[in-house]
């Protein structure tokens, strides 16, 4: 049976107040670190299909140490406040924990986006974010938003656009928004860039043998054998790049409506076109509608990618995977991680696993307020002092370097290599960091409470240096 600790905002609360026992936070900065600051709950209505359908959406802003605040917005029939507050205090953790200079936000709207065609869907959209503009719940300077579940770049453009409109003035409308086309102001890689961050993530903890010793893990993510949950944006990337870029093996992939086992490894580009043509996995190769065993298969890895509350204490004792890394927000309950602990499976926490998507969000809201892509200024510059270079050594040698070579060791960063390289840089300083606590202090049992008291320790001073 569930308890309270086992809802997804009970979990995140719970995690937080174990985390601040071993920070020793005082009650008050406790209960001002941890309370919601607030949530708009707002009902709108639209005129569609000859009639006038009314939509709930919410936004919440749980914390404004800094702003602005961030966080995506979720399409889903079973969001809810408690959701959307569970997931704005998880965007501001996860923000102290990867240095993203914001607070933390979230919104959703009730809503089967499957169910309304892609012109009604725009209308619906832009009449949420005028509902948001009106309390500067969508602003560059206040809060911005960006995709999450059920939403994508297509969205992410109306919303701007719908800013835009209602703000001509505004020199930085594009920053209202991030995860918007590159064509409408967004930034090359911020698609992929949660499920780029998982992989990410994942060759930095194999590069600690004390994590995978723990975990019984041997060396290398070569041949690794994965199990999925959700093959949507943030899940297909992860598993295309471990799969494609790794040589890791995905085994099974969970979906909506079944699951897909392949013990030679799933063709990650194919199942996903075939989910996009049939709306789900049934019919491919491979197909079981058995979801449970495939989340209790015998894998290295596992990545829960989908939704919360996925792992619980009805299930926590059938899966065998080594690692879990929490792709998707929440997906493994309070008490499920006990008992996941207790037989040392290594859980990668959802407040640095997904952190890619904020990380590469902020990238784009740093270009839409400096007005220039990344590596427009230096890029040529680099490539002209690196031909110098090469053409020093090549005379001093007597030797001519390959062309394919030259190409390679010539060619400036482009705004996508500069993204990667920034991502790269904060996913490896993040499991660094919350390793080195968790590994140096026997009182913390896991990455996930390492990593909440870092954010922690990072928000208490930011209230410090206020005289708070
Ligand atoms: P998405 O809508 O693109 O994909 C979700 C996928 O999960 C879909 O393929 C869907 O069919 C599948 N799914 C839904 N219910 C399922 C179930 N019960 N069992 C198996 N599969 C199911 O969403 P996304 O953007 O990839 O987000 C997934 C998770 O990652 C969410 O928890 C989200 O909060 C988190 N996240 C997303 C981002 C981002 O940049 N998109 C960033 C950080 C965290």
């Not at 979230?106 to 948001?132: C, M, N, S, Y």
């Not at 949660?194 to 010793?213: I, M, N, S, W």
């Not at 799933?266 to 996009?276: K, Q, R, S, Y």
Request: net charge negative.
């Amino acid at each position: 049976m569930s308890t309270n600790v086992d809802t997804f905002l009970g979990s995140v609360e719970t995690t937080f107040d174990q985390a601040a026992d071993l920070v020793g936070l005082n009650d008050e900065l406790r209960h001002k670190i941890k309370i919601c600051n607030s949530t708009y709950v707002v009902r709108f209505g639209v005129r569609l299909r000859g009639g006038l359908v009314t939509f709930t959406g919410y936004r919440s802003v749980h914390s404004e140490h800094r702003e602005p605040v961030k966080g995506g917005i979720r399409y889903s029939l079973h969001a809810d406040q408690d959701e959307v507050e569970a997931l704005a205090a998880l965007m501001t953790y996860k923000c102290a924990l990867v240095e993203a200079p914001f607070g933390g936000s979230k919104g959703a709207l009730v809503i089967d986006p499957t169910a309304w065609e892609p012109h009604e869907l725009e209308r619906i959209t832009r009449r949420f974010t005028q509902e948001l503009a009106k309390r500067h719940l969508i602003s560059p300077a206040q809060n911005v938003p960006a995709p999450d579940m059920g939403t994508g770049e297509r969205e992410m453009a109306w919303m701007a656009d719908e800013y835009k409109r209602l703000n001509p003035n505004e020199l930085n409308s594009w920053a209202c928004v991030t995860g918007k086309p590159v064509s409408k102001g967004g930034i090359r890689g911020r698609v992929e860039a949660t499920g780029r961050g998982v992989q990410y993530a994942l060759r930095e903890c194999f590069r600690h043998p004390k994590d995978l010793e723990f975990a019984g893990v041997t060396p290398g993510l070569k041949d690794k054998r994965i199990v999925v949950q959700g093959l949507g944006n943030v899940g297909y990337h992860a598993a295309q790049f471990l799969s494609q870029e790794d040589e890791a093996i995905v085994v099974g992939v969970i979906e909506r409506d079944g699951a897909v086992v392949d013990e030679s490894g799933i063709d990650i580009d194919g199942l996903h076109m075939h989910i996009h043509k049939n709306g789900g996995v049934k019919g491919y190769k491979g197909y079981t509608e058995d979801s449970a065993s495939v989340l209790a298969m015998e894998c290295d890895i596992m990545i829960p990618a989908a939704l919360e509350g996925v792992i619980t204490v009805d299930n926590a004792n059938d899966i065998k995977a080594k690692i879990i890394i929490e792709a998707a927000n929440g997906p493994i309950t309070f008490t499920a991680n006990q008992i996941l602990l207790d037989r040392k499976c290594l859980i990668i926490p959802d407040l640095y696993a997904n952190a890619g998507g904020v990380t590469v969000s902020y990238f784009e809201w740093v270009k839409n307020l400096s007005h220039i892509r990344f590596g427009r200024l230096g890029r040529r510059q680099a490539e002209n002092q690196m031909i110098n270079i090469l053409s020093a050594v090549e005379e001093l040698v007597g030797k001519k370097v390959p062309e394919g070579w030259r190409d390679k060791i010539i060619e400036g960063p482009t705004e996508l290599d500069l993204v990667r390289s920034g991502l790269d840089d904060v996913m490896r300083e993040g499991y660094a960091s919350i390793s080195a606590k968790w590994n140096n202090d026997s009182r913390i049992p896991d990455l996930r409470t390492a990593a909440m008291m870092i954010a922690i320790e990072r928000i208490s001073d930011s209230y410090s240096s206020l005289g708070i």
